[in-house]
């Protein structure tokens, strides 16, 4: 089992920046690939990134590619994620997952083992 614990969302204006995290704690963290998802109202869960269990290999969605930094502290046991130049459509409630099975990350929700409870972010025009 791996509990996740999300913080560090918030209201903020476009153009601003905030920064995620998400605290891991259980399992192995550094056994775990590590994604981000959001979910706006009225809309799917969407994919944001993933960062595979050494940090070597990161993939981001078109939509947030260049804006967005994910990286992780094994050490700590925390995945972040990094969110300048943000923009109304951002806003969603973010959630952090972690998958344990597989050699290479995934942009699939439904490959992910286990998830985090979620932190709004909020973006004003």
């Known amino acids: 089992q791996v509990q996740l614990v999300e913080s560090g969302g918030g209201l903020v204006q476009a153009g601003g920046s905030l920064t995620l995290s998400c605290a891991a704690s259980?399992?192995?963290?550094?056994?775990?690939?590590m994604g981000w998802f959001r979910q706006a109202p009225g809309k799917e869960r969407e994919f944001v990134a993933a960062?595979?269990?050494?940090?070597?290999?990161?993939i981001y969605a078109d939509s947030v590619k260049g804006r967005f930094t994910i990286s992780r502290d094994n050490a700590k046991n925390t995945v972040y994620l990094q969110m300048n130049s943000l923009k109304p459509e951002d806003t969603a409630v973010y959630y952090c997952?972690?998958?344990?099975?597989?050699?290479?990350?995934?942009?699939?929700?439904?490959?992910?083992?286990?998830w985090g409870q979620g932190t709004q972010v909020t973006v004003s025009s």
């Open positions: 997952a972690a998958e344990a099975g597989r050699w290479v990350i995934t942009r699939e929700p439904n490959e992910y083992d286990y």
């Open positions: 259980g399992r192995t963290f550094s056994s775990c690939n």
């Open positions: 960062i595979s269990r050494s940090g070597g290999s990161i």
